[in-house]
């Protein structure tokens, strides 16, 4: 037995946010979701660098310690302390996640409220 509401997309509820009278304004909302996109991908931005930075072997250092080009002479200079490195990564993403949370949340509960969800989320 179906339902005689059609599924909720997301081009259906941006839509329904523009049409209805709701108490959220449109502009703000999307510009936290373009914020929460960019920091979701400082996020993997972070995460990646830590991946490729720390899985390099041996030989692949001692082949961009070879190099002269600019670019290899910094991952190398970064990895001379690799302690600090490590360190700076993590907090970095660290704060990028919790930034992430905090301004889903937000949306989240803005959303909810402008759509008389559930009162509990609100």
Known sequence: MESDQPPLHIAGLI???SVQEVSLELAPFLTGATVLLVLLILSAF????????FSLTP???DQLSD???RPSKRVVRLLENPRALLVSILI???FVN???AILAA????????AMSWNPTLT
């Not at 972070?46 to 930075?53: I, K, N, P, Q």
């Not at 937000?106 to 409220?113: K, V, Y």
């Open 15 to 17: 839509f329904s946010l």
């Open 46 to 53: 972070f995460s990646g660098s830590e991946v490729a930075l």
């Open 59 to 61: 030989n692949e250092k």
């Open 67 to 69: 190099n002269t080009d």
């Open 92 to 94: 970095l993403n660290t």
């Open 98 to 100: 919790v930034g992430a």
């Open 106 to 113: 937000i949306l989240t509960h803005d959303l909810a409220l």
